[in-house]
């Protein structure tokens, strides 16, 4: 797997929690303590978060970090 797939897998599981919570893009970042600009980017593939924002984000969304970056 390479780094843009990484990139997208992540995006594209992070959306799915979100919605699965009902969360919106401003109450997230503010639980995970990252402006909603960054979270809007993160999304849309266009940032790759790093392992401390992976985790915050994980825990604002109360689910494990394996969730968000199932990787083998």
Do not use: C, G, W
């Not at 909603?36 to 790759?48: D, H, V």
Request: charged residues 30%.
């Amino acid at each position: 797997m390479d780094k843009n797939e990484i990139i997208k897998l992540f995006a594209a599981n992070l959306r799915a929690e979100r919605a699965r919570k009902n969360f919106s893009q401003e109450y997230l970042a503010e639980k995970a303590n990252i402006t909603t600009e960054y979270l809007n980017r993160i999304e849309r593939e266009k940032y790759s978060p790093s392992l401390i924002v992976i985790a915050n984000l994980a825990l604002a969304l109360d689910v494990d970090m394996n969730t968000l970056l199932p990787i083998k």
